[in-house]
């Protein structure tokens, strides 16, 4: 079903390389709609991640009907809670997400339609 969204692949701007993906995906059984980054290990730390999660809020923002965006992130995955900070998103409950047949847990981090757009209007 086409629904308007999906994954985008990042590409650096100082010379097209590819650096991994973002975008907003919403499988069976998860808790929402989420923004979700990949990145390969080399570009790790540089702001891509943050920068490019940060326009796909927006984009979801505008063009989705939801009140509230997620990002499901591993307990153990500091980097990925950073970028969820620097997005204005505050961490929720733990629980188990389903990946390919197998539970994985994942703190749900969100910020509200609310929040967001009195922080990046």
Known sequence: TLRGYG??????????AFIGRVGL?????????????TLGKPYWGQGYATEAARISLHYAFLT??????????DPHNKASQAV???LGE??????D???GGKA??????SVSRVDWCAKNA
Not at 31 to 36: D, F, S
Not at 64 to 73: E, F, G, N, W
Not at 90 to 95: H, I, V
């Open 25 to 37: 995906v919403n499988p069976e059984g998860w808790p929402g709609l989420e923004v979700g980054w």
């Open 84 to 86: 969820a900070v620097r």
């Open 64 to 73: 989705q009907p939801v009140d509230r965006m997620l990002s499901c992130i």
């Open 90 to 95: 505050s961490k929720g409950p733990r629980r």
């Open 104 to 109: 994985y847990a994942a703190d749900i981090w």
């Open 7 to 16: 994954t985008w692949a990042v590409e650096r701007k100082v010379d097209g």
């Open 97 to 99: 997400i389903i990946i």
